[in-house]
């Protein structure tokens, strides 16, 4: 079973600044499967990153992701107030079919 | 728009049993596979368990196999967790989510709001 670790678990920064989010794989994982989402308070999860690298409908360009392999990275080029939240990296295995998520990463206002 | 409705949560005591709904709407709920997600208080994601769009295959986590059953009834778009010998550790907000569809089943495309479960004495 492929466990996912996202690094730091908190992020402190301010409105403007730039947000790089880490997910690390105990095992390689196949990039088409990597996916981030965005959680905030009260909130259910929104899809934001799939395939690794593509963005879902509505997600503003200042998200982007990358990674092969065993790590992958979510950047925010600036972040605005409304993506202080949590993200959480996920990816799928197969045999059987199986979803596992990261702990998260909270962003915060500093 | 895609909806996803929730209900059924609420308090029960261990070891007694839950159902959970998810209403779908705005999209062909029978082409799609559908999943239970939970979060327990304070704490990240868990998926719980995976149904094919036709219901022909069923996938759960270890943490739920064997008290947790997901089921569908595409006539009436709505999905289905019954929950059987429940404990505390179950407590949680369960989300039901859709997956991508064709070539998107590795991923949640659309969640619903939740609802609480709180397994208690």
């Known amino acids: 079973e492929i466990v996912l670790t996202q690094s730091p678990g908190t992020l402190s920064l301010s409105p403007g600044e730039r947000a790089t989010l880490s997910c690390r794989a105990s095992q390689s994982v196949i990039s088409s499967y990597l996916v981030w989402y965005q959680q905030k308070s009260g909130q259910a999860p929104r899809l934001l990153i799939y395939g690794a690298s593509s963005r879902a409908t509505g997600v503003p360009d200042r998200f982007s992701g990358s990674g092969y392999g065993t790590d992958f990275t979510l950047t925010i080029s600036r972040l605005e107030p409304e993506d202080f939240a949590v993200y959480y990296c996920?990816?799928?295995?197969?045999?059987?079919?199986?979803?596992?998520f990261g702990p998260g990463t909270k962003v915060e206002i500093k | 728009q895609v909806q996803l409705v929730e209900s059924g949560g609420g308090v029960v005591q261990p070891g007694r049993s839950l159902r959970l709904s998810c209403a779908a709407s705005?999209?062909?709920?029978?082409?799609?596979?559908m999943h239970w997600v939970r979060q327990a208080p304070g704490k990240g994601l868990e998926w719980v368990a995976v149904?094919?769009?036709?219901?022909?295959?069923?996938y759960y986590a270890d943490s739920v196999k064997g008290r947790f059953t997901i089921s569908r009834d595409n006539s009436k778009n709505t999905l289905y967790l019954q929950m059987n010998s429940l404990r505390a550790e179950d407590t949680a907000v369960y989300y039901c989510a859709r997956d991508g569809g064709w070539g998107g089943y590795y991923r949640f495309d659309s969640w619903g709001q939740g609802t609480l479960v709180t397994v208690s004495s």
């Open positions: 149904i094919w769009y036709d219901g022909s295959n069923k």
């Open positions: 705005g999209f062909t709920f029978n082409t799609y596979g």
């Open positions: 996920q990816q799928y295995g197969g045999s059987p079919p199986s979803w596992t």
